[in-house]
């Protein structure tokens, strides 16, 4: 089985920390991390973000990653990469053609589900979507818009709409989708689905009467 892995907002194998926003692309490192080690190929497809990084690396016999050169070699935000959506998927798709049969692709945020849809339902392959993060969770006390929140919104529709399954990660993020997008179709399957976390790795930080974060996290259980 080959399992296409795609952001275009995020590069899998970027360190955490650095400016980053946020852990999604830890999450896609983990879960094609997993699916290798199940005997599944991965192949990953990102946009380049650093001009120190390879376009194309094998990095084993089931694991390889493309990075599209389009917009800046430089981390950008999320509504500068919408920006460039014709160009990503004019490239992700000269590259998927290059790739021995591909199962599913697996997309990550609406951006990355928008660039690689079409191709999906073209060609019969199975999309999954991680939904990552919602709009109208974020603008829903806002009485206008934004010209970029309402593409985004339009646009989140017709991929919640458009792919086989969506992947939420709490139970309160499959709520909000149902409630704030009253125009998914009624057969939409969203499943839950969260990010792992290694037990053996994460676990209780030492209570420091000097440090008050570390102390405040000493009452989480091992592994959260």
């Given at each position: 089985m080959n399992?296409?892995?795609?952001?275009?907002?995020?590069?899998?194998?970027?360190?955490?920390?650095?400016?980053?926003?946020?852990?999604?692309?830890?999450?896609?490192?983990?879960?094609?991390?997993?699916?290798?080690?199940?005997?599944?190929?991965?192949?990953?497809?990102?946009?380049?973000n650093s001009p120190t990084k390879n376009s194309y690396e094998r990095l084993g016999d089931k694991c390889t990653i493309y990075r599209l050169d389009v917009g800046p070699q430089k981390e950008i935000l999320t509504f500068e990469v919408s920006?460039?959506?014709?160009?990503?998927?004019?490239?992700?798709?000269?590259?998927?053609?290059?790739?021995?049969?591909?199962?599913?692709?697996?997309?990550?945020?609406?951006?990355?589900?928008?660039?690689?849809?079409?191709?999906?339902?073209?060609?019969?392959?199975?999309?999954?979507n991680t939904i990552l993060s919602l709009g109208r969770l974020k603008h829903k006390e806002k009485k206008s818009l934004s010209e970029y929140e309402r593409f985004r919104d339009i646009s989140e529709i017709t991929v919640f709409n458009g792919v086989d399954d969506l992947i939420a990660i709490c139970q309160d993020e499959k709520k909000s989708l149902f409630k704030l997008y009253p125009e998914l179709k009624q057969n939409i399957n969203c499943h839950i689905i969260a990010n792992g976390i290694d037990e053996?790795?994460?676990y209780q930080r030492p209570e420091?009467?000097?440090?008050?974060?570390?102390?405040?996290?000493?009452?989480?259980?091992?592994?959260?």
């Open positions: 399992i296409v892995i795609s952001s275009m907002i995020d590069d899998p194998f970027d360190p955490p920390g650095s400016g980053r926003f946020g852990g999604g692309h830890l999450f896609l490192f983990d879960l094609g991390r997993y699916l290798i080690r199940q005997g599944i190929t991965v192949t990953y497809i990102c946009r380049k920006s460039y959506l014709k160009q990503l998927k004019t490239q992700f798709i000269n590259t998927i053609i290059q790739l021995d049969k591909v199962d599913v692709i697996h997309t990550s945020y609406w951006i990355s589900g928008l660039v690689a849809m079409e191709y999906c339902q073209n060609n019969g392959i199975k999309h999954v053996n790795i994460f420091s009467s000097s440090d008050f974060i570390r102390r405040a996290s000493y009452r989480f259980k091992q592994g959260n």
